[in-house]
């Protein structure tokens, strides 16, 4: 089992609609859950961080947490083309490591 | 302007040399780290600093060599060793211990390798 796993996708959402990203992590003791975006050809970029369990709104993505599930998600609202990219789990482990998923790729269509 | 910077952006290198990608920060960041991206991949770690003179192999480090020398820079050197170098490499860096987000990591731009 890996450490943090996502389906890598293509995740294909219309225009507008609400894009939904899974990721669920195997150690139980994590921390800390991060989602970066990656653009084809750029490095990750940092768009949320979630500590605890519930929910975190920032503008049109909210993260969700479930430690008691081992399951953090990622959700965007009335999506947009410029939301077309690699999403990448992050969770900051008990051993004090990031340990990074595979990535979804999402294809927002207009 | 701070941020983490990193050169080159395009690197070519032929079989049995070594070379060296620069990485560097100007925001103050005690932690930084070296990942591997190979296409549709998740990012690997090859090493990383928390301290200055201090660094630990993470879990691909044979081929790869670093150092610590100053806090804001963090070379990495892939050597003749590491079989398979070809990929996007990327630097981050962490803010300091204490502050309230010390397990945020930040990436650099990144720099594709590629060996001919």
């Known amino acids: 089992q890996k450490e943090v796993e996502q389906n890598s996708g293509p995740l294909s959402v219309p225009e507008g609609a609400i894009a939904s990203l899974n990721c669920t992590y195997s150690?139980?003791?994590?921390?800390?859950f991060f989602w970066y975006r990656q653009y084809s050809g750029k490095s990750p970029e940092l768009i949320m961080f979630i500590y605890s369990n519930g929910d975190k709104e920032d503008g049109r993505f909210t993260a969700q947490l479930n430690k008691a599930s081992q399951y953090v998600s990622l959700l965007i609202r009335d999506s947009q083309p410029s939301d077309s990219a690699t999403y990448l789990c992050?969770?900051?482990?008990?051993?004090?490591?990031?340990?990074f998923g595979s990535g979804t790729r999402l294809s927002i269509r207009p | 302007d701070g941020g983490i910077t990193q050169s080159p952006k395009y690197l070519f290198r032929k079989e049995g040399q070594n070379v060296t990608l620069s990485c560097e920060q100007n925001l103050n960041h005690d932690a930084m780290y070296w990942y591997r991206q190979d296409p549709g991949q998740g990012l690997r770690l090859i090493y990383y600093s928390q301290i200055v003179n201090d660094f630990q192999k993470g879990d691909i480090a044979e081929g790869y060599s670093v150092s610590r020398e100053k806090k804001e820079s963090f070379p990495l050197t892939v050597t003749s060793a590491q079989k398979n170098p070809t990929a996007f490499y990327l630097c981050?860096?962490?803010?300091?211990?204490?502050?309230?987000?010390?397990?945020?990591?930040?990436f650099g731009p990144g720099t594709r390798l590629t060996v001919l």
């Open positions: 981050a860096s962490s803010p300091p211990t204490g502050s309230t987000s010390t397990d945020t990591q930040y």
């Open positions: 150690d139980r003791g994590s921390q800390s």
């Open positions: 992050a969770v900051f482990s008990s051993a004090s490591k990031i340990i």
